[in-house]
C-alpha cells in the first residue's frame, strides 16, 4: 500500500503569515505520462464534513481562496496557506489515488499563534 | 446544489451487520464514481471503499476486505455500505462522497454529513 505522511503533525502560524504543510508518499504518484499527480488535499473543520481544496496536486477546486496552493511532483507535495486567515484553522489532509488502496495521510492540524 | 444525505447508522453488536445508504441529489448520479471514508472517535480520515460510475471497478480498504461490500442503485441515486462481521475498530462516522469524475481514480469533491456507527456491546 502506499503510505502518506505529512509533516508537521500541527502548526501555529500568525494571522496574515503562511504556513506550509508537507505531504510525502511512499511510491511516486505522477502518471506514467509524466502529466498527472493523483493527489488532494482536504480541509476538515470539527462538525463538518471534510472540503477538497486542491486536486491533482496543484488544481484549486472552484470557490476556494486563491490563499490556498498546492504544488509538488512524484513523492513530495506541499500545500501552502498564504495570509492565514482565523476560518482556516482545521485539520488539512492529503490523499493519493494513484494505486489502490487509496490512503490518506495522518493529518497536520493548524492553528493561529 | 448537490447534496448527499448518509443513513443506517447506528448501534451493533460486535458481529453484527449493517447497511448504510446514501442519498444523491443535484447531480447525474450515473456519472460519478463515489466513496466510502470513514472517521474513528479522534483519529484522521480513513478511505474505506470506492465504485466507479458503471460500478465495474471497486475496491476496498484492507481493513474492510471481505467484510463490507459498496453497490449503487442508479435508479434510485443510491450509495450503500453493506458492514458484516462488525467489529468495535470499525465505529466511526461514516462519509458518503462524491469522485470528481466517472474514474475512481479522483478526488473527492463532495462530501456528506455522515453517519455514525457504533460497534459495542
Known amino acids: 500500500d502506499i503510505v502518506m505522511t505529512q509533516s508537521p503533525d500541527s502548526l501555529a502560524v500568525s494571522l496574515g503569515e503562511r504556513a506550509t504543510i508537507n505531504c510525502k508518499s511512499s511510491q511516486s504518484l505522477l502518471s506514467s505520462s509524466g502529466i498527472k499527480n493523483f493527489i488532494a488535499w482536504y480541509q476538515h473543520k470539527p462538525g463538518q464534513p471534510p472540503k477538497m481544496l486542491i486536486s491533482w496536486a496543484s488544481a484549486r477546486e472552484s470557490g476556494v481562496p486563491d490563499r490556498f496552493s498546492g504544488g509538488g511532483s512524484g513523492t513530495d507535495f506541499t500545500l501552502t496557506i498564504s495570509n492565514l486567515q482565523a476560518e482556516d484553522v482545521a485539520v488539512y489532509y492529503c490523499?493519493?489515488?494513484?494505486?489502490?488502496?487509496?490512503?490518506f495521510g495522518p493529518g497536520t492540524k493548524v492553528n493561529i499563534k | 446544489e448537490v447534496q448527499l444525505l448518509e443513513s443506517g447508522g447506528g448501534l451493533v453488536q460486535p458481529g453484527g451487520s449493517l447497511r448504510l445508504s446514501c442519498a444523491a441529489s443535484g447531480i447525474t448520479f450515473t456519472t460519478y464514481a463515489m466513496t466510502w471514508v470513514r472517521q474513528a472517535p479522534g483519529k484522521g480520515l480513513e478511505w474505506v471503499s470506492v465504485?466507479?460510475?458503471?460500478?465495474?471497478?471497486?475496491s476496498y480498504a484492507d481493513s474492510v476486505k471481505g467484510r463490507f461490500t459498496i453497490s449503487r442503485d442508479d435508479s434510485k441515486n443510491t450509495l450503500y455500505l453493506q458492514m458484516n462481521s462488525l467489529r468495535a475498530e470499525d465505529t466511526a462516522i461514516y462519509y458518503c462522497?462524491?469522485?470528481?469524475?466517472?474514474?475512481?481514480?479522483?478526488?473527492?469533491?463532495?462530501w456528506g454529513r455522515g453517519t455514525l456507527v457504533t460497534v459495542s456491546s
Open positions: 465504485i466507479s460510475a458503471n460500478g465495474g471497478d471497486i
Open positions: 490523499q493519493q489515488y494513484y494505486r489502490y488502496p487509496f490512503t
Open positions: 462522497a462524491k469522485n470528481g469524475v466517472g474514474s475512481s481514480y479522483s478526488g473527492i469533491d463532495y
